[in-house]
C-alpha cells in the first residue's frame, strides 16, 4: 500500500511564475491536508479537502494560493506569481476518515525554492 | 491564536535518555503528538496521546501529559545515533487533521 505520493519532490521557479504541486492521497484516503514549512519552523495548516470540497481554507493566504481535489485525480496546491517569500516545504497529508487519532499520514513533501 | 511551543535543541549522548518538552495553549486539544522529521524527508508519527491519558509507553518511548499545566513531555530511552532528527509536538481536536505543531526540537546524540 503506497504512502501519501508527493511530487515534484524539488521545485525552482522564478519569481512571477507559477508553481503547481500534486498529492495523490493513500489509498482509500479521501481527506487531504496540506501545510506550510517555512525555513527553521514547525509546519502550518492551509488548507482540508474532501473530494470535491474545500472544507477549511483558514490557513491559506487569501490571494494567489488555490487548491483542488477533484472526484478524479491528485489534490493540487497552485501558487500563481510565485514570490521568494513562498519558497518552503509543502506536506501533504491524507486520512480515511474526519480526524482520527493516528490516521493521519503525511508525505515526504515538495521543496519549493523562488529565485 | 493557539500556540505550541517547544525548546529548539537538545544534545544527548547515546545510551542516555533524551526528554523533549513542549507546552500548549488550546486547553481543547484531545490529542497530541510527537512526530520525527529526518533531514529533507516527511513527518512520521511517532506516538500520540489522548488528553485524558497522563502517560502511555510505547517501547523505548514515554509520553506524559500534564493537563493541568499543559505540558507533553516525550522520554526516549536508551538514545541511539538513529534517533537524531527533528521532533514536532502537534495538538489536535477530535473531529480533524488539523494540527498546530510546534517549531520542532533538534536532538543531536553524540556517539
Known amino acids: 500500500n503506497a504512502g501519501v505520493m508527493q511530487n515534484p519532490r524539488h521545485l525552482v521557479r522564478r519569481r512571477g511564475q507559477e508553481a503547481r504541486l500534486r498529492c495523490s492521497p493513500m489509498k482509500g484516503h479521501s481527506h487531504v491536508y496540506w501545510y506550510r514549512q517555512l525555513p527553521e519552523e514547525g509546519l502550518k495548516f492551509m488548507v482540508y479537502l474532501q473530494k470535491e470540497n474545500i472544507i477549511d481554507e483558514s490557513g491559506m493566504p487569501k490571494e494567489r494560493f488555490s487548491a483542488e481535489f477533484p472526484k478524479e485525480g491528485p489534490s493540487i496546491l497552485r501558487i500563481q506569481q510565485v514570490v521568494r517569500g513562498d519558497s518552503a516545504a509543502y506536506f501533504c497529508a491524507s486520512s480515511p476518515r474526519e480526524g482520527r487519532a493516528g490516521e493521519l499520514f503525511f508525505g515526504e513533501g515538495s521543496r519549493l525554492t523562488v529565485l | 491564536g493557539e500556540d505550541v511551543e517547544q525548546s529548539l535543541f537538545l544534545s544527548v549522548r547515546e545510551g542516555d535518555s533524551s526528554v523533549i518538552n513542549c507546552t500548549y495553549t488550546?486547553?481543547?486539544?484531545?490529542?497530541l503528538y510527537w512526530y520525527k522529521q529526518e533531514p529533507g524527508a516527511g513527518l512520521q508519527l511517532l506516538t500520540y496521546i489522548f488528553s485524558n491519558m497522563d502517560m502511555k509507553q510505547d517501547q523505548r518511548l514515554t509520553v506524559l501529559l500534564n493537563k493541568k499545566d499543559k505540558h507533553l513531555s516525550l522520554r526516549i530511552a536508551d538514545t541511539q545515533t538513529g534517533d537524531s532528527a527533528i521532533y514536532f509536538c502537534?495538538?489536535?481536536?477530535?473531529?480533524?487533521?488539523?494540527?498546530?505543531f510546534g517549531q520542532g526540537t533538534t536532538l543531536q546524540v553524540k556517539p
Open positions: 502537534a495538538t489536535g481536536s477530535s473531529n480533524t487533521g488539523k494540527l498546530i
Open positions: 488550546d486547553s481543547s486539544s484531545t490529542y
